[in-house]
């Protein structure tokens, strides 16, 4: 018989959000009536349709499929150049930072490379993961073998989690041990919080005075509104040695059902053999790529590039003031009814603390029962998440509007 992966057998079911689907589902059960009006604030999954400059170029993109002419079959693996250096200039360049079109690797989004970069890392590096966090950077490596099992209290053997707490602003502190690997995502999901440009250097300063390397996620950049909060972690000087940022064009361009991202891998950046040498990233990475994937369709590719023209830029902004604008109207609609609120700011997500000593899932379930409003419960991100909840902006105005009504009335029933 031929054998499995057994580290797959050290997950735990997929947990969060089935089990807001149970306990929705139970709920209908015993009020059918409530269906139409329940309001879903739960899933980080944008709600307004593509960018026109971005239809009309994926439509002539299409186009050209069609003619003998015209027609594209493979492209190269790491991505069509058009789009590189679209990418190097808009996200770069025009901020005066420093990374070259082939230091840009095209993908079909950034979970796909959250996976992916475990394959060129090697065994017995001790990683690095805030608390809470995206799920996707813990799962990926209890399939990679990167872990032992699981304890009762959720949390894997051999990882270290770094926590995000009210106290450290939902930033994690640089630890006393060294680490190899370390995940960080500003501005973050679930908690809404974003970093500050000294603590991000304390990070580089820490990944190389370790010769750690950071995998910086950067799916909300589009959201920054701080002057001086750091866009990318090439704003901090040494980072071109020791991180790898992640980029996607779901959160920002709407492609969440599209399917583009990218990674940076600068060509300084190293890791170490089994024997101890020193050795670029880059060739691995780039080799990777090329066995293992051809990139993303053309047509998508195309679309990508629209997000950087004069058009796409104002239409990006449009949507990410829209959903900032929900964000702001949560957080304003929570604090008014005495929450303790984060993040929202430079995020489409606000964190808020738990009213009345609730713990998350009776948050989850109060919410639900008053004022049929989903939310998403923050334990569900992990031990620290216990006693938060986060409401995503990602929303119709008149379903925000609707839910801050609702938070209203919920004050009156509490009292
Ligand atoms: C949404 C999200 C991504 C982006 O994922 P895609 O696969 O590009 O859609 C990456 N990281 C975090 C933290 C996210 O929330």
Request: hydrophobic share 35%.
């Amino acid at each position: 018989m031929a054998s499995l992966n057994d580290h797959y057998l050290k997950l735990a079911g997929a947990y969060l959000f089935p089990e807001i689907d149970r306990r929705v589902g139970a709920f209908l059960e015993r009020h059918p009536e409530a269906a139409t009006r329940l309001i879903r604030c739960g899933i980080g999954d944008v709600t307004e349709p593509l960018p026109r400059s971005v239809i009309a170029a994926m439509h002539a993109a299409l186009d050209e499929m069609g003619e003998r002419s015209t027609f594209r079959g493979y492209g190269p693996p790491l991505g069509y150049s058009f789009l590189r250096e679209a990418i190097a200039a808009g996200d770069f360049a025009d901020h005066g930072l420093d990374i070259s079109p082939e230091e840009i690797f095209v993908s079909d989004g950034s979970k796909s490379d959250c996976g992916a970069i475990l394959d060129i890392l090697g065994d017995g590096n001790r990683f690095g993961v805030p608390d809470p966090v995206y799920p996707v950077y813990v799962d990926t490596n209890v399939m990679a073998g990167n872990t032992g099992p699981r304890r009762d209290d959720g949390r894997y053997e051999g990882l270290a989690y770094l926590p995000c707490t009210a106290d450290n602003g939902f930033v994690p502190e640089v630890p006393d041990t060294p680490l190899d690997v370390i995940y960080l995502c500003f501005p973050n999901n679930p908690t809404g919080g974003m970093i500050t440009r000294p603590q991000l250097r304390a990070w580089v300063d820490y990944a190389l005075r370790h010769d750690a390397i950071i995998l910086y996620d950067v799916a909300y950049q589009a959201y920054v509104r701080d002057a001086d909060a750091p866009r990318s972690i090439y704003e901090i000087d040494g980072a071109r040695r020791c991180a790898m940022e992640f980029h996607s064009f779901s959160k920002s361009g709407g492609f969440t059902g599209v399917r583009c991202g990218y990674t940076v891998c600068p060509r300084e950046l190293q890791a170490r053999t089994r024997d101890g040498e020193p050795r670029p990233l880059h060739g691995l990475w780039a080799r990777r790529w090329s066995t293992k994937s051809n990139s993303v369709g053309y047509v998508v590719q195309r679309g990508a590039e629209a997000l950087f023209g004069a058009d796409g830029r104002r239409e990006v902004a449009t949507l990410v003031e829209h959903y900032l604008g929900n964000a702001t109207l949560l957080r304003e609609g929570c604090a008014k009814r005495g929450m303790d609120v984060f993040g929202g700011t430079n995020a489409p997500y606000v964190w808020v603390r738990c009213p009345d000593g609730r713990s998350s899932w009776e948050t989850f379930d109060w919410m639900l029962e008053e004022a049929g409003v989903i939310i998403t419960p923050g334990v569900g991100f992990g031990q620290c998440g216990e006693g938060y909840f986060r409401i995503s902006a990602f929303n119709t105005r008149d379903n925000v509007e609707q839910v801050v009504d609702r938070l209203g009335a919920l004050e009156q029933l509490t009292r």
